[in-house]
């Protein structure tokens, strides 16, 4: 069983044939095809597999944690990449820049990622899946959005709404954004309503002008964009708006004036 193996470079050590490792390559468990391909990345050039089972991530100077390697930006790369993500000691930091680091690579990621987001534990890495599932196909996108979209962390759930907000199939999750508008959750909100304006949902009018009374201010702020985005001259003769150009947050009175043309 390959799963057995402690890890991929230990199936690469077991006597196991070239061509069992290629039909395992095939399965139909994401798991298997990620072990497989790394071990016979191990066989094949194991100078590259050692950099990138060793590669350590670098600090941006906003304080990002993210793997810059060039070495990592090739398709070869991404089942090693899968293989440290299984790796739950790793820091949670270092596992979540794998995430975007194994999308990156240009190699199969989708399955892998969805896979992932089922038991992954920690909320970090599970917002990171989230948000590269903007990049995926839409079948692959729909199997982990419909997991990310009701977790239990709140940033995890606005990295899902963020990324539907980016797809350019999200739409199709309209009844999911429209059904965030009431989370309890200010960053979840905030992320809904910004959706609905990217994506044009008109039938998020009502709820968008019932969170400009919302009690956090990046919501109301987000929903002020939204309206003007979806209809200005509409939005301009929403009441609320008036009231908004008083409002606490100076940022959200200064999106009501603009929108009034003041």
């Known amino acids: 069983d390959a799963l057995a193996a402690p890890s991929a470079?230990?199936?690469?050590?077991?006597?196991?044939?070239?061509?069992?490792?290629?039909?395992?390559?095939?399965?139909?468990d994401w798991r298997l095809r990620a072990r497989a391909a790394a071990a016979l990345q191990w066989r094949r050039d194991p100078t590259f597999a050692e950099a990138v089972a060793g590669l350590g991530p670098a600090t941006t100077r906003t304080g990002a944690v993210r793997f810059t390697d060039r070495r990592l930006r090739a398709p070869e790369a991404a089942p090693l990449l899968v293989e440290r993500l299984l790796d739950t000691t790793a820091p949670s930091a270092e596992r979540a820049a794998l995430v975007e680091a194994l999308r990156l690579s240009g190699g199969e990621w989708e399955d892998a990622a969805v896979g992932l987001l089922d038991a992954e534990a920690d909320p970090a890495v599970r917002e990171q899946l989230a948000a590269v599932l903007r990049y995926a196909a839409p079948d692959v996108a729909s199997s982990g959005l419909a997991l990310v979209v009701a977790d239990p962390a709140g940033a995890v759930r606005a990295a899902a709404l963020r990324t539907i907000g980016a797809r350019d199939d999200g739409a199709r999750y309209s009844e999911v954004v429209l059904a965030a508008f009431g989370d309890t959750d200010a960053e979840?909100?905030?992320?809904?309503?910004?959706?609905?304006g990217w994506l044009g949902l008109s039938d998020a009018w009502e709820g968008l002008v019932a969170r400009l009374s919302d009690a956090d201010a990046e919501v109301r702020l987000k929903a002020v964009a939204a309206l003007e985005r979806l209809d200005a001259r509409r939005a301009a003769a929403v009441p609320a708006l008036t009231v908004l150009t008083r409002d606490p947050d100076a940022r959200v009175a200064r999106a009501a004036e603009r929108v009034l043309g003041r």
């Open 9 to 28: 470079r230990a199936l690469a050590d077991a006597p196991v044939s070239d061509t069992t490792l290629a039909d395992l390559v095939r399965s139909p």
């Open 188 to 196: 979840v909100r905030a992320a809904a309503v910004r959706a609905a």
